[in-house]
């Protein structure tokens, strides 16, 4: 990646570039916008670097970031009923149910929580719908669409609160002013945008506290919310505020590294999930998930079986392994067909808004997918998808017909075929490990929901949504030449929105 490629001069000149570059790092030092360097861990200290940062915060329409918004309220609805809904869970995801498949093995946790009886009908869920920006056609209207849904182990809530902060920060030092002031007027206009506020931290807290609240202990013991992590976690900085906040509220929040969790906690008679921390005991109320997301920590007995006992348990579970099932891509693919909406209940009226939101996605196994494949000259505008928890191990466009060439039959299922999404050209600065890029950018928004909610025991469905609020929202640019976005694994940078009006969205910066 070339600074300034496809560019005339840099967007920040050196002497303001520097200036930028000292008061970001120092913001982010003492704001722990900072990610662990757990490799180099010493007993009494260890070693931080800078979470990826926009040096500029990048344009994005206001019309579209308010309907992303404003789209939250009803993404959470259709991934509640989905999740309720074991029956139509089941026949979407039966061709990854084959042995030794992470699918298969939370799935039968969940047969195995049904049959032994369901002892707590209460659900949390903390949801994240990221979206880009699409083209419709080559000199068409942009349109908001759908990338992902994710509803396991949301990351990102608190550094992208921070770099929020960040930039409005320097907006309030005018030192994004600055730069505005070197830029030609006929390209950027003194009043061309303004910083949202995200308040991510305080509304994920919130949601937890309410889950909380909500648990009936059983025990004398006092009650916790236990938090699963994964050992040697360099991502702590976006973990760690939730779990001082929780504090805060006087609720005590413990982390249980994914491999302890077996040795430290034990379920009672009625299933009361007690966690010991050295000499105390606790009843936990909430068990709030950031592990239990990748494959490898399903592949042994003990990993399914701490998964189990914590399923099995009365505390309430943010999100339960019904919900988790929901994030893989088939659910997603399903989910943009008219007749899963009309099956699920979802009104006609949010039907045709949801579908505005759409890509074309396929499984692999469809016979039509496969012809599409075939025909090279149009898989340019194609991304073959791993049914995986979140984002990456994508195949993009030429790579995918040799890609399936070597790939069983047997295995289709198991890749979703999703039309591209092409996204206007953008121009921004960006602070990456190794370089500072000025250049073609693309960003994705994700706009984070919470709910609470409680199952029908009886028969399939929702009986009551006890809580539901639009949270707050992410927001991460990259390299236009990069394919993949996942910034704590260098590829691309936190980042907060320009929100601008139609006429000053395409190609502007500030």
Request: include cysteine; hydrophobic fraction near 35%.
């Amino acid at each position: 990646m070339n600074p300034g490629l496809g560019m005339e001069e840099p967007i920040v000149d050196s002497e303001r570039l520097d200036h930028l570059l000292s008061q970001i790092k120092d913001y982010q030092i003492t704001h722990g916008f900072l990610l662990k360097g757990v490799r180099l861990e010493q007993r009494t200290t260890v070693p931080c670097r800078p979470v990826n940062v926009s040096i500029l915060p990048t344009p994005f329409p206001r019309d579209l970031f308010e309907d992303a918004m404003d789209l939250q309220d009803l993404y959470t609805d259709l991934y509640i009923r989905a999740s309720s809904d074991p029956e139509w869970l089941y026949a979407v995801l039966d061709p990854l149910l084959k042995p030794g498949s992470v699918v298969k093995a939370l799935w039968d946790i969940w047969i195995q929580v049904q049959q032994t009886g369901v002892v707590q009908d209460v659900v949390c869920g903390i949801f994240r719908s990221d979206y880009m920006l699409h083209h419709t056609s080559r000199n068409g209207p942009v349109a908001l669409k759908q990338v992902e849904m994710n509803t396991l182990c949301i990351a990102g809530a608190c550094h992208a609160e921070r770099a929020s902060d960040l930039h409005s920060h320097l907006k309030r030092m005018k030192d994004l002013a600055s730069i505005r002031q070197q830029r030609p007027a006929s390209q950027v206009r003194q009043d061309e945008g303004s910083l949202p506020l995200n308040d991510n931290m305080l509304t994920l807290i919130s949601a937890l506290k309410a889950a909380h609240d909500t648990y009936t202990p059983s025990t004398p013991h006092p009650t916790c919310v236990l938090m699963p992590v994964q050992p040697t976690n360099f991502n702590i900085a976006d973990e760690r505020p939730l779990e001082y906040g929780l504090w805060d509220e006087s609720i005590p929040c413990y982390r249980c590294d994914w491999p302890d969790i077996i040795s430290q906690t034990t379920l009672t008679p009625d299933r009361s999930l007690l966690f010991q921390r050295f000499d105390l005991t606790f009843e936990v109320s909430l068990v709030y998930y950031r592990a239990g997301y990748e494959a490898h920590e399903y592949a042994t007995p003990s990993g399914i079986s701490t998964r189990l006992r914590l399923e099995l348990s009365r505390a309430i579970k943010c999100p339960d392994v019904l919900t988790h099932l929901t994030t893989f891509k088939s659910v997603q693919a399903a989910l943009t067909h008219h007749s899963a909406l009309a099956y699920l209940n979802i009104s006609p009226d949010d039907q045709a808004r949801l579908a505005e939101t759409f890509m074309p996605m396929f499984s692999l196994a469809d016979p039509g997918c496969l012809k599409l494949v075939q025909n090279t000259p149009e898989i340019g505008d194609w991304i073959l998808k791993p049914n995986l928890e979140g984002g990456g191990h994508n195949i993009h466009g030429p790579s995918i017909p040799a890609f399936i060439s070597n790939l069983p039959q047997s295995s289709y299922a198991d890749y979703t075929l999703m039309q591209r999404i092409r996204p206007p050209e953008q121009k921004s600065v960006l602070m990456l490990p190794d370089q500072v890029y000025q250049g073609p950018v693309i960003s994705e928004l994700g706009v984070i929901g919470t709910c609470l909610w409680r199952r029908n025991a009886e028969e399939k469905g929702v009986r009551e949504v006890l809580r539901k609020e639009t949270a707050g929202w992410t927001f991460k640019t990259k390299p236009a030449g990069v394919d993949e976005m996942s910034v704590v694994k260098g590829y691309g940078c936190f980042d907060c929105p320009l929100l601008v009006e139609k006429d000053g969205a395409a190609g502007s910066h500030v």
